[in-house]
């Protein structure tokens, strides 16, 4: 028997974790956060920026290329397929080939800040046309009886497959501002059918839904329309309503096993300073909590805020 061994390239549970934002050279956003985030509790990920700015405030840089950006993801998609083939023929021959630079089973996809409309066309269909050809094992059914039933649906497993998932920051604005290219919005809005995680504050849900968001039935309402698009779980990561200005809450949406939406709240003081990355801290936060913990999606959201409140 032959064997071929190539050299470990991520974490011992072989997790692959693709990370695709921006990049600053002076400040904490973006890639800076989630890779720090994400290195800092034991994951390798794969990093791919969107653009290289000066700053948050300052986008004194340049956007990556829309060659690059697809040269890139195009030879992961093929690297992907290509370990899939390999270990398809390994179990018909006498080699065996270990790769541990792809896992065929579980990969994860963090996506952020993406300027353009075509950036993000290109992100979406890559990462649609990748879980079209693997093989994903759809999430298995577990028969449970009343509490233990309600239970099991906020089980983030029963929820979404964590063999392949992707969240999806739709970075557009804030407090009624845009920094992306208008027709970004139009973009995102395609991608709503394919995220399985999409996390937007206040003003990108107001965007992504056509809503004004007024009170709390605005924002459940703005939810239930994301999710009957097709995301599995919306995290509305920041609501501030006029008639409360010390507080902010963060909504947590899904449908359970009957189809039926079930839509939590969570209560945070709000502070009255201007702090760049917090979306990224969040979203790069729960997917480690995540992949490392599963179980309720509420109680991982929970010990990420409690981080954050820190």
């Not at 879980?131 to 089980?155: C, G, H, P, S």
């Not at 504050?201 to 992504?208: T, V």
Request: neutral net charge.
């Amino acid at each position: 028997m032959t064997q071929i061994h190539a050299a470990p390239m991520d974490n011992k549970n072989n997790e692959i974790i693709v990370s695709v934002q921006s990049q600053v050279f002076d400040g904490f956003c973006g890639n800076n956060v989630g890779i720090f985030v994400l290195r800092r509790r034991g994951h390798i990920p794969k990093i791919l920026n969107t653009v290289q700015y000066y700053s948050k405030y300052k986008h004194i840089g340049t956007e990556i290329s829309n060659d690059v950006l697809k040269n890139i993801l195009n030879e992961f998609c093929e690297d992907n397929l290509l370990v899939d083939n390999c270990n398809n023929t390994n179990n018909q021959t006498t080699s065996v080939i270990t790769s541990t630079s792809i896992n065929t089973n579980q990969i994860s996809f963090l996506t952020g800040y993406m300027k353009t409309y075509d950036c993000v066309e290109i992100v979406m269909n890559a990462i649609v046309e990748l879980k079209k050809k693997k093989k994903i094992e759809n999430i298995e059914n577990i028969e449970v009886q009343n509490k233990e039933k309600e239970e099991a649906d906020f089980l983030i497993e029963n929820i979404i497959n964590l063999n392949y998932f992707w969240i999806c920051d739709p970075v557009m604005g804030d407090v009624g501002r845009i920094y992306v290219d208008n027709d970004v919005v139009k973009a995102y809005k395609k991608v709503i059918t394919y995220a399985d995680i999409i996390t937007p504050n206040q003003f990108e849900l107001e965007l992504l839904s056509n809503t004004k968001i007024n009170n709390e039935k605005d924002v459940i309402n703005s939810i239930d329309q994301l999710l009957n698009n097709g995301s599995k779980i919306v995290i509305v990561t920041s609501v501030r309503y006029y008639f409360d200005a010390s507080n902010l809450y963060l909504y947590v949406g899904f449908y359970n096993s009957n189809k039926k939406l079930i839509c939590f709240k969570f209560k945070m003081t709000r502070y009255d300073i201007d702090i760049c990355g917090t979306g990224d801290l969040f979203t790069s936060l729960l997917l480690s909590f995540i992949l490392k913990q599963k179980g309720n999606i509420l109680k991982i959201t929970s010990k990420v805020l409690s981080i954050m409140q820190v």
